[in-house]
């Protein structure tokens, strides 16, 4: 996502508020959702990893609107969990030589409190590659193009780990239209809907001490609850 991709991201934050087995359920959370992303949102950022966290802040504010989360069957090396998550989908206006576009994200987590785990999957095409994050001192010109790229990022917080996304592809397609957000926000037009989201990717550790270390992480096709704010 190109700086100032992130600068409107910023300011849209800030306007609202600020081995394999068979799937086990989701693990019911004493922390509010919204409470519990909005942390890892902010430590994201903490960390280096903007993108990340401005989405996972966007997600903590989206689960403040009433919108249902779905329930979805992510596998993360050979384990299979069933997790809880919802896409949010926001129109970004165009601006210099980038036209608008929409930035889509699939979040889903599971656990609670610290011991959370968080898969972000972030997009701005309906199919996209998954790209790795620049390097430090990357030039805004030689960065992927936000219109046709994706970007994952998982939080173990069982093991204090990190992962990134250096592989793969993502599909984010819209799939129906719903009305408006139960609790829409003051200012933002916030409607609900479903997307279909299928994932294929390669993740890579990033607080292991052996930083080469990766794992597979796929979801197959489902349809999931979804809000889109304008």
Partial sequence: MSIRRLTLLTGFLLLTGGCGSEPSAPAPSKQSVAD?????????????FTDQGLMLGLA???AKFGVEPSVVTIKI????LRYQGFVTVMALPGRDAIPAFEVRAFIGWTGEGEATKVLI???????????????????????PDPRSSAIAMYLDGVKGQRWVGVAG??????GSRGGPCPQSPPGLTCTTGTYAILLDATLKAVTAADREITTPVSIQRTVVNAVTLH
């Fill in 36 to 48: 519990v992303l909005d942390l890892l949102g902010q430590q994201a950022i903490r960390d280096g």
């Fill in 60 to 62: 903590a504010r989206v």
């Fill in 77 to 80: 090396g050979t384990s299979t």
């Fill in 121 to 143: 999957v972030g997009s701005g095409a309906a199919a996209a590659a998954i790209v790795p994050p620049p390097q430090p001192g990357t030039q805004t010109g030689a960065m």
């Fill in 169 to 174: 592809s993502v599909g984010l397609v819209e």
